[in-house]
T-cell receptor, first 111, second 117 residues
Framework: DGGITQSPKYLFRKEGQNVTLSCEQNLNHDAMYWYRQDPGQGLRLIYY???????QKGDIAEGYSVSREKKESFPLTVTSAQKNPTAFYLC??????????FGQGTRLTVV | AQKVTQAQTEISVVEKEDVTLDCVYE???????LFWYKQPPSGELVFLIR??????QNEISGRYSWNFQKSTSSFNFTITASQVVDSAVYFC??????????????FGKGTLLTVNP
């Protein structure tokens, strides 16, 4: 089935650890996005990528890193520099300027 | 400055009432796209509509309708005869150029709609 797969669905991280959230799509979309969702804050853009080996910082990129080595994959690393990483993370992909399709999200909790 | 403003944080209506969700956007581009998404309690975002900046025709899809007005930079969403299943968070979003061939997709903070029986 075509779509976007985010894994894991739930992730627990100890303070000071880096963790990587997976996002894979088989829709042949060029653009991919990572958003963070906190209660009352809507979706805030972390990073986005239009093509392989290129990506741009969004509005809240500090403490995060990404890579885009393959068209299908856009993993997000939450580093220890991110002071408040507990949130719901959503990955999306789209054909440029078309509607974005979203994964089911990863809920990250710092313990 | 916020690119997409959804001033209504929460709206509560009784079933069968009509309800309008407001969206105001800000962009310097002449070519851009606007979207509405629905996020039910399950968390996954569901695409509802896309509108490009050159098409100001209003659109109706069943009980849903959208009013796009460039003069006021607004893209409002109306649900007619609301139903309990319409309860969700609704997001308005803007896609605009961020330089070169890059396009940035920015969301508003969302409006939580609760439809009571």
């Amino acid at each position: 089935d075509g779509g976007i797969t985010q894994s894991p669905k739930y992730l627990f991280r100890k303070e000071g650890q880096n963790v990587t959230l997976s996002c894979e799509q088989n829709l042949n979309h060029d653009a991919m996005y990572w958003y963070r969702q906190d209660p009352g804050q809507g979706l805030r853009l972390i990073y986005y990528s239009q093509i392989v080996n290129d990506f741009q910082k969004g509005d809240i990129a500090e403490g995060y890193s990404v890579s885009r080595e393959k068209k299908e994959s856009f993993p997000l690393t939450v580093t220890s520099a991110q002071k408040n990483p507990t949130a719901f993370y959503l990955c999306a992909s789209s054909i440029t300027l078309a509607e974005a399709f979203f994964g089911q999200g990863t809920r990250l909790t710092v313990v | 400055a916020q690119k997409v403003t959804q001033a209504q944080t929460e709206i509560s209506v009784v079933e069968k009432e009509d309800v309008t969700l407001d969206c105001v956007y800000e962009t310097r581009d002449t070519t851009y796209y606007l979207f509405w998404y629905k996020q039910p309690p399950s968390g996954e975002l569901v695409f509802l509509i896309r509108r490009n900046s050159f098409d100001e025709q209003n659109e109706i899809s069943g009980r849903y309708s959208w009013n796009f007005q460039k003069s006021t930079s607004s893209f409002n969403f109306t649900i007619t005869a609301s139903q309990v299943v319409d309860s969700a968070v609704y997001f308005c979003a803007l896609s605009e150029s961020s330089g070169g061939s890059n396009y940035k997709l920015t969301f508003g903070k969302g409006t939580l709609l609760t439809v009571n029986p």
